[in-house]
């Protein structure tokens, strides 16, 4: 019986895979079939349509004043003009029966490859007793008075938390406050802030040997998101004290600064230093791009990623943990938090050429992707401006990034929301394997990763 039902199953997955490898090729050849010439014609000029939106977009951010308002008309033109010469042609239902063919190529090929590959990541739990002493530092402000809005302090201190507000018109360090908790008796760092501030307490539990408590109470939660933790109710993650569990995690480093998320050099380190980026982060950033992009302004980048060298590009983005790259809907999450690698992305565009492959080509050559263990960022000044997660630093170069495996005790509730399981990648290759496939072949053995 589970024989059968399990030779059903590949069966579908081949089947999949097959629709899958149609859907594509109908959806290449649809505006072949049924405009002829015309339908070719009109195919190219779609793909220089895109071509022209990229270029236009790259000028947009490169260029000021006239330029700048003639290259946003031109983005917004050439669409709409692609899309006019197909109606005038009665081939826009072309257009939308081959997006159709393409999403049913992707869902199909998706699930043709689900159970093939590996499983998902799955990080170890580990049962612990609840803290004694724990100690929570809360930011009033952080995510426009999420602290305030629902209770934090009262409810933390109701659980035998202590509890300090930070104060928002006067600096604190809370490196040094979380050092002090620990030296009077604190056996749990906990913070309500950004990533941020979450990094620097971070690192003083990690020191310690501490548990620490991650609340969602910041702007974007990108670190409490890759936890699996309710981003909606940041009440919900002092559930942990209770009733938690803790994640063995990896914790990054930019010299001797910690940092939860990622490290920005180059474009985005310059832009977070603008003095006006917190209230306004687009008008910080189109005054500050067309001096950055031209290399007008900034520091000459280079660096090194093990034995790989990145020379002169415009932005390096080293993360803890890489980021998925491959799927859209997962963009800006990462698979797992304790892969020992430093995740490494860094992009190079000079032209508007070169700023179109980037957008079309599936590998274009200004865009670098790969994982590391220790990346050495240098430059052709003294100093380096540096955005750490998502907070500004200057650094003296050359910024030696390192990763400590595992470093970080994460306690976080029993019951939470958990991280949405990642689609597989579309691997066309294996694809076609898959639909050539007879019986069993079809679905390799499964391993684990930890």
């Known amino acids: 019986m589970a024989s059968a039902m399990s030779e059903r199953y590949h069966r579908r997955q081949r089947w999949a895979a097959r629709g899958a490898l149609a859907a594509v090729a109908l959806a290449a050849v649809l505006p072949l079939v049924s405009g002829g010439l015309k339908g070719l014609l009109l195919l190219a000029a779609g793909i220089v349509g895109l071509a022209l939106t990229a270029a236009a977009l790259w000028w947009v951010l490169s260029r000021r004043g006239p330029a700048r308002v003639a290259a946003a008309t031109l983005a917004v033109v050439s669409p709409v003009g692609v899309i006019t010469l ?108 950004g990533d941020g501030t979450q990094a620097q307490v971070a690192a003083v539990a990690a020191e310690h040997g501490l548990p620490f408590l991650v609340i969602s109470a910041g702007t974007r939660n990108h670190f409490a998101m890759d936890l699996g933790l309710d981003r909606d109710d940041p009440s919900t993650c002092l559930d942990a004290l209770t009733d938690g569990v803790e994640l063995r995690v990896d914790l990054g480093f930019a010299g001797d600064h910690p940092f939860v998320n990622n490290a920005s050099f180059g474009v985005y380190g310059a832009v977070v230093q603008s003095p006006g980026y917190r209230d306004d982060k687009v008008g910080a950033a189109l005054e500050r791009l067309p001096e950055l992009l031209t290399r007008q302004a900034g520091p000459r980048l280079t660096a090194r990623a093990d034995a790989t060298l990145i020379a002169d590009p415009q932005a390096v983005l080293v993360s803890n943990n890489p980021y998925r790259m491959d799927d859209p809907f997962g963009f800006g999450r990462r698979e797992r938090l304790n892969s020992g690698k430093l995740g490494v992305l860094a992009v190079r565009v000079d032209s508007a050429v070169e700023a179109a492959e980037l957008l079309l080509s599936p590998r274009p050559e200004g865009l670098t992707v790969l994982t590391a263990q220790h990346v050495v960022v240098q430059g052709d000044e003294s100093q380096l401006e540096v955005g750490l997660d998502g907070e500004a630093l200057t650094l003296p170069a050359p910024v030696h990034c390192r990763i400590a495996r595992r470093a970080l005790r994460v306690r976080v509730p029993r019951d939470r929301p958990g991280v949405p399981e990642a689609p597989p990648r579309l691997d066309w290759r294996r694809l076609r394997k898959l639909a050539a496939a007879v019986g069993r072949t079809a679905a390799p053995s499964r391993s684990w990763r930890t």
């Open 86 to 193: 197909f109606a005038a042609a009665n081939l826009l239902w072309v257009v939308f029966a081959s997006l159709l063919l393409w999403c049913l190529a992707v869902w199909s090929g998706r699930y043709a490859l689900r159970s093939t590959g590996l499983r998902p990541v799955r990080v170890k739990e580990y049962r612990t007793p609840p803290p004694q002493r724990p100690f929570l530092l809360l930011n009033p402000r952080s995510g426009g008075g999420k602290v305030e809005k629902f209770s934090l302090k009262e409810k933390a201190e109701a659980l035998g938390a202590r509890v300090v507000l930070l104060d928002p018109d006067r600096h604190q360090d809370v490196t040094d406050l979380a050092r002090a908790a620990v030296a009077d008796g604190a056996d749990l760092l906990g913070v309500a802030g």
